[in-house]
T-cell receptor
């Protein structure tokens, strides 16, 4: 079963605006990762945040992690048309194997 | 770096035939590869974990005799959909990682259509 739930399921914004996507999960994690998927393609790893980290940046991406609320957010600043894609969070459990469990995804559309 | 090549990108086959999908890590050795299935506008569902030199570990509900996985080398894993049926039509994606704790690198997926 999917552990991650993403919110919103779909998001449309104007180019240049910031886009925020949220992810909630249920069990204790070792790390949480965000991926992007362009239509009909594989996933591209964006950023990994460990359970002892609260915030991480990579270029125009900012990820936060709140383990007390079991939630994470992905912020894309100054969005571009090329950012149009589906974004998935994925969690690695704190024990056992390292299988990634993917969330339901957010379909982001940037309107030029 | 860290490129994963998946082939073919699209395949159409007739019901009852078998289809093999290859997943190669081009510039790194992957001790573990994962196979996912994705339905339209849905998330990725893990089918199985493929470990080099050993049997694959299948997720609950995935028929191991129908979805044969072979991980014969550190750079190649194959998924064979045996006796395919229309309900097997889906988008199959492989991923590979260099080692525990490292990010996954994905192939571009294979669109399987069974007629």
């Amino acid at each position: 079963s999917q552990q991650g739930e993403e919110d919103p399921q779909a998001l449309s914004i104007q180019e240049g605006e910031n886009a925020t996507m949220n992810c909630s999960y249920k069990t204790s994690i070792n790390n949480l990762q965000w991926y992007r998927q362009n239509s009909g393609r594989g996933l591209v790893h964006l950023i990994l945040i460990r359970s002892n980290e609260r915030e991480k940046h990579s270029g125009r991406l900012r990820v936060t992690l709140d383990t007390s609320k079991k939630s994470s957010s992905l912020l894309i600043t100054a969005s571009r048309a090329a950012d149009t894609a589906s974004y998935f969070c994925a969690t690695v459990p704190n024990f056992g194997n390292e299988k990634l469990t993917f969330g339901t995804g957010t379909r982001l559309t940037i309107i030029p | 770096g860290a490129v994963v090549s998946q082939h073919p990108s699209r395949v159409i086959c007739k019901s009852g035939t078998s289809v093999k999908i290859e997943c190669r890590s081009l510039d790194f050795q992957a001790t573990t590869m994962f196979w996912y299935r994705q339905f339209p506008k849905q998330s990725l569902m893990l089918m199985a974990t493929s470990n080099e030199g050993s049997k694959a570990t299948y997720e609950q509900g995935v028929e191991k005799d129908k979805f044969l996985i072979n991980h014969a080398s550190l750079t190649l894993s194959t998924l064979t959909v045996t006796s395919a049926h229309p309900e097997d039509s889906s988008f199959y994606i492989c991923s590979a990682r260099m080692g525990p704790g490292s990010p996954l690198h994905f192939g571009n997926g294979t669109r399987l259509t069974v007629t």
